[in-house]
């Protein structure tokens, strides 16, 4: 009683193991009576000449390089700056507020945009008008205004948020702050060899073999070439000083509310004395920053005993 018009092969190693190839007869059961998904091929309904399949080496959408890790099922296209297949993500994250935090350039306006055929990668941002920008529907006078000025103030930014702002697989904000103290360049950074890059804090070679592959496609190095051309700048980061690392080894976690200081403002002072800030409480975890309201994050380092400041100790550990 049930008409089935597709069944899963869950990824491209499934497809190897069961040989199936375009053209084949198949055998398909509801996997517990819900998921319809494909079990065998019928050899003796097989037609002559029918060929394996096998993954592309370069993305359909752009052309960029296909990086799939050892062990991991999905084949991701590097191509994250320049692939049109995924520029209404790479431009929501790029223009969100812990990368370059273009104010008002929400979800629904990166949506329009491209429906509306006004952008076609990250850098075209910096060359909307007002004008362009009030053939969208609801988009008013003032709106118009506004966002043209918060596209243009988001030029002056820093390296770290810049780095965490191209989208590189792995790079969160953590290990772009790191590499843009390290290096102190985005061109030393997409020179940088994979060793070069694993001598960084929190670089593996996972990490270092993204960020390498990510450079590598001239495609992205054409999208931060535009950027820099549209005037994307950045202070060069100050490296901290061996003695000011105050806080080098621990690592810490905020939980409740702060009344001094932002969360990102704390997190970003802890860091530059050399803390790592993490998001949840471990064994590993060695301070915890309770403010007001702390809930389940502090009960945890109480059973753990961890030691627990509150935010008058915290402003005079940073100083």
């Not at 590097?78 to 297949?85: D, E, I, N, P």
């Not at 950045?234 to 009344?259: F, H, M, R, S, W």
């Not at 403002?265 to 702390?294: F, M, N, P, W, Y």
Request: with cysteine; proline share 3%; aromatic share 2%.
């Amino acid at each position: 009683g049930v008409t089935v018009s597709n069944a899963t092969l869950h990824n491209i190693d499934e497809l190897h193991r069961k040989d199936v190839r375009v053209g084949d007869t198949v055998i398909v059961r509801r996997a517990g009576d819900v998921i319809p998904e494909v079990v065998s091929v019928v050899k003796d309904k097989r037609p002559k000449n029918l060929k394996k399949l096998a993954l592309p080496t370069a993305c359909p959408v752009c052309g960029s390089d296909i990086d799939r890790v050892e062990g991991e099922a999905a084949a991701r296209c590097t191509g994250g700056l320049s692939c049109k297949a995924q520029l209404k993500e790479a431009i929501k994250h790029y223009a969100s507020r812990k990368a370059m935090d273009i104010d008002g350039l929400g979800d629904k306006w990166v949506e329009l945009l491209n429906e509306h055929g006004l952008i076609d990668s990250v850098a075209s941002l910096y060359s909307l008008t007002k004008g362009q920008l009030m053939t969208l529907e609801r988009m008013g006078d003032k709106s118009a205004e506004n966002l043209v000025a918060a596209i243009h103030a988001s030029k002056k930014t820093t390296l770290a948020k810049f780095l965490f702002a191209l989208g590189i697989r792995e790079v969160g904000e953590a290990t772009a702050r790191q590499l843009a103290l390290h290096f102190g360049s985005i061109q030393a950074i997409s020179e940088a060899s994979e060793e070069q890059l694993m001598a960084v804090d929190d670089v593996g070679p996972v990490v270092a073999k993204h960020i390498v592959l990510f450079f590598a496609q001239e495609n992205n190095q054409a999208i931060i070439n535009a950027l820099t051309a549209a005037g994307v700048t950045y202070p060069k980061p100050d490296k901290p000083e061996a003695n000011a690392q105050t806080l080098k080894g621990e690592i810490c976690v905020l939980t409740g509310t702060l009344t001094t200081l932002s969360r990102d403002e704390a997190k970003a002072r802890l860091q530059a004395l050399g803390a790592k800030v993490t998001g949840s409480v471990s064994k590993k975890t060695t301070l915890v920053i309770a403010g007001d309201a702390a809930g389940s994050k502090l009960q945890k380092a109480e059973q753990l005993g961890i030691k627990v400041v509150d935010e008058q100790q915290l402003l005079a550990l940073i100083g």
